[in-house]
């Protein structure tokens, strides 16, 4: 069964700092992974989507990187601000395009 | 776009009732995920359809929650009869072949 690992779990930084988030899993036949934004008492919101056939996605500050070797993603979040406060999620998606989420990184940012 | 509908946004019922859930597609959209949401065990896949077809309902807790999908604009979860264990955030999500995923805001929904 596809596993998804995000770590770290709990994350609190000053503004400005520069942020890496990472999630891993442990099947190598990808065909896309995205990462989410989750606002407490939201829904999810669709950050970056990488495909299999890329390596990284940027918008504005948040860039995405994907290595299917190592069978890892990470979350590249520059100058960070307390709007960035909230919990991101990635999610896996395999032959079967059946996601998979990890457990998310709930994210502090502190004036 | 509207984006994903969902309804109601909150639901409380007394164990034992039946509730249904329902979940408006984006348009054009032909691939449709449930999931369960909670403190314990994250973001769970209930059941995945394509082209209105479930493909994958392997996460469907038990017998007492089905999930149709009568045509390409609209889903319903339901859970007959509900228990206080069911008590969660269950969000609908859709995409165009199963590529980027847009979520509805979800139903809360507490069972007493």
């Known amino acids: 069964k596809q596993e998804v690992t995000q770590i770290p779990a709990a994350l609190s930084v000053p503004e400005g700092e520069n942020l890496v988030l990472n999630c891993s899993f442990t099947d190598s036949a990808i065909y896309n992974l995205q990462w989410f934004r989750q606002d407490p008492g939201k829904g999810l919101t669709s950050l970056l989507l990488i495909q299999s056939s890329q390596r990284e996605q940027t918008s504005g500050r948040l860039n995405a990187s994907l290595d299917k070797s190592s069978g890892r993603s990470t979350l590249y979040i520059a100058a960070s601000q307390p709007g960035d406060s909230a919990t991101y999620l990635c999610?896996?998606?395999?032959?079967?395009?059946?996601?998979?989420f990890g457990r998310g990184t709930s994210l502090i940012v502190h004036p | 776009d509207a984006g994903v509908i969902q309804s109601p946004r909150h639901e409380v019922t007394e164990m034992g009732q039946e509730v249904t859930l329902r979940c408006k597609p984006i348009?054009?959209?032909?691939?449709l995920f449930w999931y369960r949401q909670t403190m314990m065990r994250g973001l769970e896949l209930l059941i995945y359809f394509n082209n209105n077809v479930p493909i994958d309902d392997s996460g469907m807790p038990e017998d007492r929650f089905s999930a149709k999908m009568p045509n390409a604009s609209f889903s319903t979860l339901k859970i007959q009869p509900s228990e206080p264990r069911d008590s969660a955030v269950y969000f609908c999500?859709?995409?165009?072949?199963?590529?980027?995923?847009?979520f509805g805001p979800g139903t809360r929904l507490t069972v007493t």
């Open positions: 348009s054009g959209h032909n691939s």
């Open positions: 999610a896996f998606s395999g032959g079967s395009y059946i996601p998979t």
């Open positions: 999500a859709s995409s165009l072949s199963s590529y980027e995923q847009y």
